[in-house]
């Protein structure tokens, strides 16, 4: 069965950076293309990055690009999202699950961002 599991989520002032992690069990992390999402209010869920199992691809959405970075580390079956300069329009529910691609795990539950002064 599985399981996604994000947290570092919070409430952050524009200009600020945080740092997302998702862990999986469930899965053979090691050869799954992983990727972000996020789902603002009244809005639906949007890509903002994924990369590939050995990191060799990464691709962003044009509204994160320069300011996102993905990582992964398959030793841990954690991907992360640095997230730096943030914005008002990045306050978000954000998940992790396979790369735009592919197919959809079941969701984890997300977790909360919120850029706000």
């Known amino acids: 069965q599985v399981q996604l599991v994000e947290s570092g989520g919070g409430l952050v002032q524009p200009g600020g950076s945080l740092r997302l992690s998702c862990s999986a069990s469930g899965i053979i992390f090691r050869t799954s293309v992983m990727g972000w999402y996020r789902q603002a209010p009244g809005k639906e869920r949007e890509f903002v990055a994924d990369i590939s199992s050995g990191s060799s691809r990464i691709n962003y959405a044009e509204s994160v690009k320069g300011r996102f970075t993905i990582s992964r580390d398959n030793a841990k079956d954690t991907v992360y999202l640095q997230m730096n300069n943030v914005k008002p329009e990045d306050t978000a529910v954000y998940y992790c699950?396979?790369?735009?691609?592919?197919?959809?795990?079941?969701w984890g539950p997300g977790t909360q961002v919120t850029v706000s002064s």
């Open positions: 699950n396979q790369g735009r691609s592919y197919g959809r795990w079941s």
